[in-house]
């Protein structure tokens, strides 16, 4: 007998289907609802294989996720190093770490696109009701496609002001700033295809297909990359030729996933797309237990729906999402808000090849001005945080495979499942963060990191205060990366933006504590920033350990254990 999940009203909500009150599935909405045990009976969840460790599942979905993962946000880093490569100061990549600071905060904000839709489309097909995972994942490239068009719009209309007053490019210099409004303008023009392939990705993980990604990703950062070449260093257009790059390989992206969802294109394992493997035996099933089936639509298709849904077949998403949503957003605005403070750093030290410092506020023979110095803080800011999120990216991608995993147990009412998958993602999680803090330190110390992205010596000079931090943050941000996908797959998402709430005000108070200090840590804008963002990351651990190992939880981490200890 499986044992049964102890799961409160809302994470019912999210996790069913529909609500269903006989045991074999009752008609509700032209749609039948199979429970757990006639699913397996039918062959309606074959991926799901007894005979693999949990290890063998994490791992079979979280390394093409990896590659996933790993290879979006090096379209941003291949723009920062054409960019910071090619310019003779550092105003380009000051531009760039402003703007794309606005830029990961609009379209992340709408990450619950992937990170709702993954699970509730997962535990839907692992129950069986799988015209519900269908039309759950065409209404969310329907809100995709209509917030992505929305947010296009805003961007136009507020980017000059937001990026002079709040994110402070006027203080680095006129010339950054005007670079940084034109790659913003240029990069809202994908908000439509970033957000359409956030959701189609979320609709993928639900089927346990991690790798089509990763060949979409492929094909658009070899695109991104011949055209930063062609753009930067051929015709020099500097960071206006990196958004039109970046904008061009995300439009292709979409492109790929819609037409892999419509069935036009194949996919790589084959549940959708125009390869999926025959339908003729599950066809039968469900006439069996009482469902009308046209052969016509017996291919899975997802497209974005055009009919105006009820409040109770949105519901789960709606829920869902706007949980992610608000979540995203407190994030987002800490790292936006680490950026501006960034951009107004005046506290420099002095450097060993001779060259003079700010005292007491003032410029004393330093061979730039103050704005200049902004901006090779803001620069140094671009670059560490885009180390940090391609690290956060890899360590995500067993957060999708866990995400995935976990809902699908759920789904099938097996905690035993839910328990073993999510003591082995952290696991994994914890030696995984001790390999990126090694590859770090061989980057560090051989000088590879300090000077891949530019030459420019303050930008240098304010890095190098930055890489011990990202080294010795990479554990900690594993274990907070795999616990988020373990109640993500949970449906814990209100808790996740309470608690999420709760650790970006801490750390805004410890930004403005540090700021203060005139001794100890020493009074440091940049370097206090970085440490306030390493205390978000702890905040967030705590709280999330708090509920993954709560006794009562969906997920109680060591229940088995304290049973066995007994």
């Known amino acids: 007998m499986q044992e049964k999940l102890g799961i409160d009203g809302e994470q019912q909500a999210l996790l069913e289907a529909q609500t269903y009150e006989?045991?074999?599935?009752?008609?509700?909405?032209?749609?039948?609802?199979?429970?757990?045990?006639?699913?397996m009976e039918s062959g309606k969840n074959p991926k799901k294989e007894k005979n693999k460790s949990s290890g063998h599942e994490i791992l079979s979905l979280a390394i093409p996720a990896l590659a996933g993962l790993a290879i979006d946000p090096l379209m941003t880093l291949a723009d920062t190093a054409f960019?910071?490569?090619?310019?003779?100061?550092?105003?380009?990549?000051?531009?760039?770490?402003?703007?794309?600071?606005?830029?990961?905060?609009?379209?992340?904000?709408?990450?619950?696109?992937?990170?709702?839709?993954?699970?509730?489309?997962?535990?839907?097909?692992?129950?069986?009701?799988?015209?519900?995972?269908?039309?759950?994942?065409?209404?969310?490239?329907?809100?995709?496609?209509?917030?992505?068009?929305?947010?296009?719009?805003?961007?136009?209309?507020?980017?000059h002001p937001l990026l002079k007053y709040v994110m402070g490019t006027g203080d680095a210099g006129p010339e950054a700033n005007a670079y940084a409004i034109q790659f913003l303008l240029i990069r809202a023009m994908a908000a439509p295809a970033v957000l359409a392939t956030s959701a189609a990705t979320g609709i993928l993980r639900g089927y346990l297909d991690t790798k089509t990604p990763v060949y979409i990703l492929v094909v658009a950062n070899i695109i991104n990359f011949a055209i930063d070449v062609w753009l930067i260093l051929g015709v020099g257009m500097g960071p206006t030729g990196a958004a039109i790059a970046t904008?061009?390989?995300?439009?292709?992206?979409?492109?790929?996933?819609?037409?892999?969802?419509?069935?036009?294109?194949?996919?790589?394992?084959?549940?959708?797309?125009?390869?999926?493997?025959?339908?003729?035996?599950?066809?039968?099933?469900?006439?069996k237990q009482g469902i009308q089936v046209n052969n016509a639509t017996s291919t899975l298709i997802v497209v974005p729906s055009l009919s105006v849904p009820t409040w109770k077949e949105v519901r789960p998403l709606v829920i869902a999402s706007s949980s992610v949503f608000l979540r995203t957003i407190v994030l987002q605005i800490a790292l936006s808000g680490a950026a501006a403070m960034a951009a107004r750093n005046t506290s420099f030290v002095n450097s060993d090849d001779g060259q003079n410092v700010i005292i007491g506020g003032e410029v004393k023979d330093f061979p730039a001005t103050a704005a200049a110095l902004a901006s090779a803080s803001l620069a140094a800011h671009q670059i560490a945080l885009q180390l940090w999120i391609l690290c956060s990216f890899v360590c995500d991608a067993l957060a999708a495979a866990s995400q995935a995993l976990v809902a699908d147990a759920l789904g099938r009412n097996d905690a035993s499942d839910v328990r073993s998958h999510s003591r082995t993602v952290f696991a994994y999680a914890f030696a995984l963060g001790l390999l990126l803090s090694a590859c770090l330190e061989v980057g560090k110390i051989s000088g590879f990191?300090?000077?891949?992205?530019?030459?420019?010596?303050?930008?240098?000079?304010?890095?190098?205060k930055l890489l011990d931090i990202i080294i010795l943050s990479q554990p900690l941000n594993a274990l907070v990366f795999a616990a988020d996908g373990v109640l993500q797959g949970a449906a814990e998402f209100t808790y996740q933006a309470k608690s999420m709430a709760l650790s970006?005000?801490?750390?805004?108070?410890?930004?403005?504590?540090?700021?203060?200090?005139?001794?100890?840590?020493?009074?440091?804008?940049?370097?206090?920033?970085?440490?306030?963002?390493?205390?978000?990351?702890?905040?967030?651990?705590l709280t999330s350990l708090y509920k993954i190992v709560e006794q009562d939880g969906p997920i109680a981490l060591f229940k088995n254990l304290t049973l066995n200890s007994r």
């Open 22 to 39: 006989t045991d074999a599935g009752t008609f509700e909405n032209n749609t039948l609802a199979i429970t757990p045990e006639i699913a």
């Open 504 to 541: 970006v005000a801490i750390t805004f108070l410890s930004f403005i504590f540090l700021s203060k200090l005139e001794s100890g840590l020493g009074n440091d804008t940049l370097v206090n920033v970085w440490y306030s963002l390493i205390l978000l990351q702890v905040m967030r651990g």
């Open 83 to 159: 960019v910071g490569r090619s310019a003779t100061n550092s105003d380009g990549l000051a531009a760039i770490g402003s703007a794309s600071a606005v830029v990961s905060f609009s379209f992340y904000i709408f990450n619950f696109l992937t990170t709702a839709t993954t699970p509730l489309v997962a535990s839907r097909r692992a129950s069986g009701d799988e015209r519900g995972a269908l039309a759950l994942g065409g209404q969310a490239l329907t809100f995709a496609l209509l917030l992505g068009s929305a947010l296009c719009v805003l961007l136009f209309a507020i980017a």
């Open 247 to 287: 904008t061009t390989a995300e439009w292709i992206c979409a492109v790929c996933f819609l037409g892999i969802l419509a069935g036009k294109l194949p996919s790589a394992d084959g549940d959708l797309g125009s390869n999926q493997k025959s339908r003729k035996n599950e066809v039968k099933d469900e006439e």
């Open 449 to 464: 990191l300090l000077h891949f992205f530019t030459d420019d010596a303050p930008t240098q000079r304010e890095l190098s």
